[in-house]
């Protein structure tokens, strides 16, 4: 097998490593008070999604219902925080809007640095959703979503967060020294073998 042959198997089982982990989609589905009602945490699949705004109970618009909404009529900005007791990796959110145009920040953090961001913009109105893909591969330990008011008064909707819980995560330069390593290991063996 060849150097980078070799590697891609390593980048490869790696990445497996980090899908075979429990996958979870948080729907909202225990939400069961009425429409409106304030949401301060909200806990599924071992996920606590945080309210950093004003989020409550949604049972008129879902995808399907319940989900979270916000409504507001000032320049304000709106945010949920989804957060496990390790690290995980998120897949996407569905976002939706019921009029006027909704700016969207989507942040990966690890130890409170970014890992990545997603930036979307929705217009209403209802039902039309937008799926929002995340970097399924880097390890994150929080995610925050935050919804930007755009020009007009707006509802905003979030459901459907996709996220997996992750135990090991070799960083790339972890993965190239693994590899390497591995190589270093198979040509002693090979040396050892020929000596015989
Ligand atoms: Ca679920
Ligand atoms: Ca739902």
Redesign the pocket.
């Known amino acids: 097998m060849g150097i980078k042959k070799f590697l891609m198997v390593v980048v490869i089982g790696t990445m497996a490593l980090l899908s075979e982990a429990g996958a ?4 909202f ?1 225990d939400l069961v008070g009425i429409n409106g009602n304030p949401v301060a945490t909200y806990n ?2 071992g996920f606590t999604v945080t309210s950093l705004g004003e989020w409550v109970e949604a049972h008129n618009h879902g995808n399907p219902i319940p989900d979270i909404y916000t409504s507001y009529f000032g320049n304000t900005s709106q945010s949920v925080s989804v957060a496990t007791s390790g690290l995980f990796v998120f897949n996407s959110v569905d976002l939706s809007t019921g009029s006027g145009v909704a700016n969207y920040t989507i942040r990966g953090l690890l130890a409170n640095v970014d890992q990545f961001a997603a930036l979307t913009g929705q217009d209403g109105p209802w039902p039309f959703w937008t799926t929002v893909f995340g970097d399924a591969t880097s390890a994150i330990d929080t995610l925050i979503i935050t919804q930007t008011q755009g020009t007009d008064s707006i509802t905003a909707n979030i459901d459907n967060i996709s996220v997996a819980a992750v135990t090991a995560v070799p960083e790339p330069a972890t993965m190239l020294l693994l590899g390497s390593g591995l190589i270093g290991l198979a040509g002693y063996g090979r040396k050892k073998f020929f000596k015989k």
Not at 24 to 27: E, G, L, N, P, R
Request: glycine share 0%; aromatic share 0%.
């Open positions: 979870a989609v948080i729907t589905d599924e699949d």
